[in-house]
Antibody, heavy 120, light 107 residues
Framework: EVQLVESGGGLVQPGGSLRLSCAAS????????MNWVRQAPGKGLEWISY????????YYADSVKGRFTISRDNAKHSLFLQMNSLRAEDTAVYYC?????????????WGQGTLVTVSS | DIQMTQSPSSLSASVGDRVAITCRAS??????LNWYHQKPGEAPNLLIY???TLQSGVPSRFSGSGSGTDFTLTISSLQPEDFATYYC?????????FGQGTKVEIK
């Protein structure tokens, strides 16, 4: 069974940093690209970052570019998101999402999410 | 960025009803359109990808159609477990963007 378990969320002050982790199991992690997608309270879904299997292709949404860094450790079946210079508008549930790449990436499995709250 | 617009934003329907949700892209996205549903407090779940391909394990009452800029998700006979929020998403180009969601509620 595919499982994606996020951790590392919490309350942080504006301007602060957090590092999210996602532990993957039930599939060959090194064979799939991965993503982070977030959802602000009561709002819709926003894709924010993608990393390819070998880490040679990385994308960010403009809203987080220059502040967030995605990474992965295939040996440890883990995905990470380093979030710096956090703002109130970054408050959201952050989902770790696997990509099924048929022709383009499709978000086929999602973790349960970890809540990040940016507030003073 | 490609804007995705869903309609309606919400709808009320009864068990057994046929329901259709539409999604329009601000530019052509070929068939790179995916549908998800999300129940309260849960993560989204992939229903259909590439406009019309049913994800493994998804009931056949769900179907998708369309190409270019206009797409439709149809539920042929609404079941109690289908009351949720539905999102379309384009995978044509980054940033991959979602529609604003359509909330399907019980009439």
């Amino acid at each position: 069974e595919v499982q994606l378990v996020e951790s590392g969320g919490g309350l942080v002050q504006p301007g602060g940093s957090l590092r999210l982790s996602c532990a993957a199991s039930g599939f060959t992690f090194s064979s799939y690209s991965m993503n982070w997608v977030r959802q602000a309270p009561g709002k819709g879904l926003e894709w924010i970052s993608y990393i390819s299997i070998s880490r040679n292709t990385i994308y960010y949404a403009d809203s987080v570019k220059g502040r967030f860094t995605i990474s992965r450790d295939n040996a440890k079946h883990s995905l990470f998101l380093q979030m710096n210079s956090l703002r109130a508008e970054d408050t959201a549930v952050y989902y770790c999402v696997r990509s099924l790449e048929v022709v383009t990436p499709i978000f086929d499995y999602w973790g349960q999410g970890t809540l990040v709250t940016v507030s003073s | 960025d490609i804007q995705m617009t869903q309609s309606p934003s919400s709808l009320s329907a009864s068990v057994g009803d046929r329901v259709a949700i539409t999604c329009r892209a601000s530019q052509t996205i070929s068939s790179y359109l995916n549908w998800y549903h999300q129940k309260p407090g849960e993560a989204p779940n992939l229903l259909i990808y590439d406009a019309s391909t049913l994800q493994s394990g998804v009931p056949s009452r769900f179907s998708g159609s369309g190409s270019g800029t206009d797409f439709t998700l149809t539920i042929s006979s609404l079941q109690p477990e289908d009351f949720a929020t539905y999102y379309c998403q384009q995978s044509y180009s980054t940033p991959w963007t979602f529609g604003q969601g359509t909330k399907v509620e019980i009439k």
